[in-house]
């Protein structure tokens, strides 16, 4: 790392842990909730990181497993280990609990389910040292799961590890959150400035970057793998209805109208590419903004020519070629969605600019 921070050559041996002779901490914040088969794992990833140089903040929220016991032992082994010990009050509580505990200048997530190589916190801390300009930095991941059985997630996982440049994330933010919750490290003072988690009826962590990417924080993506990422059947984001497709298409539907005045240059009118059911429902959120949707275009001939919700349905090939209107895809089809991106883009749109994807 730069200026030597984590450089093992600059620590000296203690009994229970290699001490930093300049303290410039990274607080590793991780919640636990009965995950007495895997936090072993996680934890052992996290203190055998080559950058010795951080705090790890372990909040338990009101584990029934022995997990509150596993994390006495390694908190009595380990001098750098924070142990918190709430009620179960879920992990919007548990995340902000640790951060308010945290000293560190920038702040890693980590889950008690995945691990992290041994470079990570090295690598990701120092890109923040020598990128001034950005905010948050995350990586690859690796899917540690079933792609036969779980084939839609590890398909989600191809396509954040396929997102790395900024203009990337921010371009496609309003797909799905393009970064996994637990391989972000980021500025303890995004906190100050933007704010925290919230609690609500949305995912936490898609809302503080939607949030976050509005405010103009610089988000990136090592392009290295550094976190294994485990997908279990009883993961939040599997069975908590604030994960579900509703609360992701309600939660981004506020940022994604408020995004449109700035970049629409037609603003409130904009097309809606998708005249299926699901895609109008999607759409129609926008409406309460303030937005107003003029037609449809659909690829489907027996919609081509129908009014429907009175506006009228097209052909792509009734878009002009001029880029005299804003489309918003709601094509929920990431293979689709590069067919439409080529087609517009052999038009003359431009991603961000003519067009947005919005599923």
Not at 57 to 76: L, N
Not at 267 to 291: D, F, N
Request: glycine share 6%.
């Amino acid at each position: 790392m730069p200026s030597g921070k984590c450089d093992p050559s600059c620590y000296v041996i203690s009994e229970i842990i290699l001490m930093p002779i300049e303290p410039s901490y990274i607080s590793v914040v991780m919640p636990v909730f009965n995950a007495e088969k895997t936090i072993n794992e996680a934890i052992q990833s996290i203190l055998s990181q080559t950058c010795k140089d951080f705090e790890f903040i372990i909040v338990d929220d009101g584990s029934t497993d022995s997990s509150p016991r596993i994390i006495e032992q390694w908190a009595q082994k380990d001098g750098r280990i924070i142990s918190i010990f709430n009620d179960h009050r879920g992990i919007v509580e548990s995340l902000n609990a640790g951060i308010e505990q945290a000293n560190g200048k920038y702040i890693a997530r980590m889950d008690a389910d995945d691990i992290s190589r041994p470079t990570r916190l090295e690598k990701q801390a120092a890109f923040l040292d020598n990128h001034p300009g950005a905010g948050l930095v995350s990586c690859l991941v690796e899917y540690l799961g079933d792609r036969n059985e779980q084939e839609g997630y590890a398909r989600y996982v191809d396509w954040i590890n396929s997102l790395t440049t900024p203009e990337e994330i921010q371009l496609n933010r309003f797909i799905e959150s393009p970064l996994a919750h637990p391989s972000v490290c980021f500025r303890s003072s995004l906190i100050q400035k933007h704010g925290g988690y919230r609690a609500g009826e949305f995912p936490e962590d898609y809302e503080l970057w939607l949030r976050w990417l509005e405010k103009g924080t610089e988000m990136h993506k090592l392009a290295e793998v550094l976190v294994r990422w485990r997908d279990q059947e009883d993961r939040l984001s599997r069975n908590h209805p604030r994960y579900s497709s509703k609360a992701f298409y309600k939660t981004k539907a506020g940022y994604l109208a408020r995004w449109l005045v700035q970049n629409n240059p037609y603003h409130p009118y904009i097309v809606v590419w998708g005249a299926g059911r699901t895609s109008r429902k999607r759409a129609e959120l926008l409406t309460q903004y303030g937005i107003r949707i003029t037609q449809y275009v659909d690829v489907d001939p027996g919609k081509t020519g129908q009014r429907i919700q009175r506006r009228p349905v097209r052909t792509p090939e009734d878009i002009p070629a001029d880029g005299t209107q804003f489309i918003v895809s709601y094509v929920g089809n990431r293979g689709v969605n590069q067919q439409i991106s080529d087609f517009l883009e052999n038009r003359g749109y431009r991603l961000g600019k003519n067009f947005i994807f919005a599923a």
